[in-house]
Protein backbone atom coordinates (compact mmCIF):
# COMPACT_ATOMS: atom_id res chain seq x y z
CA UNK A 1 0.00 0.00 0.00
CA UNK A 2 1.48 3.30 -0.83
CA UNK A 3 2.32 5.55 1.89
CA UNK A 4 0.72 8.58 0.39
CA UNK A 5 -2.49 6.88 1.59
CA UNK A 6 -4.10 7.27 4.86
CA UNK A 7 -1.87 4.49 6.68
CA UNK A 8 1.64 4.35 6.99
CA UNK A 9 4.04 1.72 7.07
CA UNK A 10 3.51 0.93 10.84
CA UNK A 11 -0.24 1.05 10.78
CA UNK A 12 -1.29 4.62 12.02
CA UNK A 13 -3.01 6.65 10.41
CA UNK A 14 -2.09 10.19 8.90
CA UNK A 15 -4.77 11.14 11.08
CA UNK A 16 -3.30 9.90 14.15
CA UNK A 17 0.13 11.57 13.24
CA UNK A 18 -1.97 14.74 12.53
CA UNK A 19 -3.35 14.38 15.74
CA UNK A 20 -0.07 14.03 17.32
CA UNK A 21 1.39 16.96 16.16
CA UNK A 22 -1.20 19.02 17.41
CA UNK A 23 -0.88 17.39 20.57
CA UNK A 24 2.31 18.62 20.54
CA UNK A 25 2.11 21.82 19.74
CA UNK A 26 -0.26 22.51 22.22
CA UNK A 27 1.39 21.27 24.64
CA UNK A 28 4.38 23.54 23.67
CA UNK A 29 2.37 26.39 23.41
CA UNK A 30 1.10 25.85 27.28
CA UNK A 31 4.34 25.36 28.68
CA UNK A 32 5.65 28.18 26.80
CA UNK A 33 2.94 30.45 28.70
CA UNK A 34 3.52 28.29 31.70
CA UNK A 35 7.36 29.75 31.40
CA UNK A 36 6.55 33.14 30.39
CA UNK A 37 3.93 32.91 33.52
CA UNK A 38 6.84 31.76 36.28
CA UNK A 39 8.97 34.40 34.49
CA UNK A 40 6.92 37.25 35.10
CA UNK A 41 5.91 36.40 38.68
CA UNK A 42 9.83 36.75 39.37
CA UNK A 43 9.95 39.81 37.47
CA UNK A 44 7.27 41.45 38.88
CA UNK A 45 8.21 41.28 41.94
CA UNK A 46 11.82 42.81 41.70
CA UNK A 47 10.87 45.06 39.81
CA UNK A 48 8.37 46.61 42.24
CA UNK A 49 11.42 46.37 44.59
CA UNK A 50 13.80 48.39 43.09
CA UNK A 51 10.83 50.94 42.32
CA UNK A 52 10.67 53.42 44.66
CA UNK A 53 7.73 53.58 46.90
CA UNK A 54 5.18 56.38 45.19
CA UNK A 55 6.10 58.60 48.87
CA UNK A 56 9.63 58.59 47.97
CA UNK A 57 8.82 59.93 45.00
CA UNK A 58 5.87 62.90 45.99
CA UNK A 59 6.58 63.78 49.56
CA UNK A 60 10.11 65.98 49.35
CA UNK A 61 9.04 67.92 52.36
CA UNK A 62 7.01 67.59 55.64
CA UNK A 63 5.77 70.57 57.41
CA UNK A 64 5.83 70.38 61.45
CA UNK A 65 4.13 73.01 63.74
CA UNK A 66 7.14 74.58 66.12
CA UNK A 67 4.77 74.52 69.11
CA UNK A 68 5.12 70.98 68.39
CA UNK A 69 8.58 70.75 69.32
CA UNK A 70 9.55 71.63 72.33
CA UNK A 71 13.02 71.87 73.54
CA UNK A 72 14.87 68.66 74.17
CA UNK A 73 11.90 66.63 72.30
CA UNK A 74 11.59 64.61 69.57
CA UNK A 75 9.03 63.73 66.81
CA UNK A 76 8.91 60.88 64.08
CA UNK A 77 7.94 61.77 60.55
CA UNK A 78 7.71 59.74 57.43
CA UNK A 79 9.84 61.87 54.60
CA UNK A 80 10.46 60.43 51.61
CA UNK A 81 8.94 57.26 52.44
CA UNK A 82 10.89 56.51 55.25
CA UNK A 83 11.61 57.19 59.27
CA UNK A 84 12.77 60.02 59.85
CA UNK A 85 13.53 61.56 63.44
CA UNK A 86 13.14 65.83 64.33
CA UNK A 87 14.45 66.61 67.52
CA UNK A 88 14.99 70.15 69.14
CA UNK A 89 18.39 70.28 70.83
CA UNK A 90 20.07 72.20 72.63
CA UNK A 91 21.95 73.84 69.24
CA UNK A 92 18.74 74.11 67.47
CA UNK A 93 16.07 72.31 65.77
CA UNK A 94 18.19 69.15 63.47
CA UNK A 95 16.42 65.86 61.52
CA UNK A 96 17.80 62.70 60.43
CA UNK A 97 16.72 59.78 58.52
CA UNK A 98 15.42 57.16 61.82
CA UNK A 99 17.31 54.63 59.74
CA UNK A 100 20.47 52.43 61.51
CA UNK A 101 23.54 52.41 59.34
CA UNK A 102 24.45 48.68 60.45
CA UNK A 103 21.32 46.71 59.37
CA UNK A 104 18.26 49.20 58.71
CA UNK A 105 16.78 49.49 62.53
CA UNK A 106 14.59 52.36 63.42
CA UNK A 107 16.63 54.45 65.70
CA UNK A 108 14.90 56.31 68.90
CA UNK A 109 15.28 59.41 70.35
CA UNK A 110 16.34 59.08 74.10
CA UNK A 111 15.03 62.49 75.56
CA UNK A 112 16.86 61.65 79.11
CA UNK A 113 20.45 60.96 77.56
CA UNK A 114 19.74 63.24 74.71
CA UNK A 115 20.97 60.79 72.36
CA UNK A 116 19.42 58.56 69.28
CA UNK A 117 19.56 54.97 70.69
CA UNK A 118 18.92 51.79 68.33
CA UNK A 119 17.48 48.98 69.88
CA UNK A 120 18.31 46.16 67.71
CA UNK A 121 22.43 45.98 68.66
CA UNK A 122 22.51 48.21 71.16
CA UNK A 123 23.85 51.69 68.37
CA UNK A 124 24.03 55.03 69.71
CA UNK A 125 24.42 58.57 68.37
CA UNK A 126 24.76 62.09 69.21
CA UNK A 127 22.63 65.32 68.62
CA UNK A 128 24.99 65.50 65.44
CA UNK A 129 24.15 62.23 64.44
CA UNK A 130 27.55 60.95 64.64
CA UNK A 131 27.97 57.12 65.71
CA UNK A 132 28.96 57.50 70.03
CA UNK A 133 28.81 53.31 70.59
CA UNK A 134 27.92 50.13 69.21
CA UNK A 135 28.22 48.13 65.80
CA UNK A 136 27.02 51.53 62.95
CA UNK A 137 29.66 51.69 60.72
CA UNK A 138 27.78 55.38 59.49
CA UNK A 139 26.89 58.30 61.31
CA UNK A 140 22.64 58.71 60.96
CA UNK A 141 21.70 60.30 57.12
CA UNK A 142 20.99 64.51 57.84
CA UNK A 143 17.99 65.98 56.44
CA UNK A 144 17.88 69.47 55.71
CA UNK A 145 15.64 71.54 58.61
CA UNK A 146 14.36 75.15 58.00
CA UNK A 147 12.13 77.12 60.42
CA UNK A 148 9.39 79.38 58.64
CA UNK A 149 7.47 81.47 61.10
CA UNK A 150 5.83 78.87 63.37
CA UNK A 151 6.35 75.58 61.34
CA UNK A 152 9.39 73.60 60.68
CA UNK A 153 10.14 71.87 57.20
CA UNK A 154 12.17 69.38 56.32
CA UNK A 155 13.96 69.19 52.89
CA UNK A 156 13.47 72.61 52.70
S1 LIG B 1 20.72 47.78 63.44
FE1 LIG B 1 21.20 49.45 64.69
S2 LIG B 1 22.81 48.74 65.88
FE2 LIG B 1 22.38 47.08 64.61
Not at 5 to 13: A, L, M, P, Q
Not at 33 to 37: A, E, K, T, V, Y
Not at 53 to 60: I, N, Q, Y
Given at each position: MALN?????????NDHHQNSSLRRGFIGKCLG?????SFLTVLYPLIRYLEP????????KVELDLADLP?????????????????????????FNGVC???GCAV???MRDQEFACPCHGGRFDLQG?????PPPEPLVPIAVSIHGDKVVLGA
Open positions: NRETRDGRTFLGSLPPEARGVSSGAARLVTYRGRPALVVNGENGIVASHLKWVRVIGG
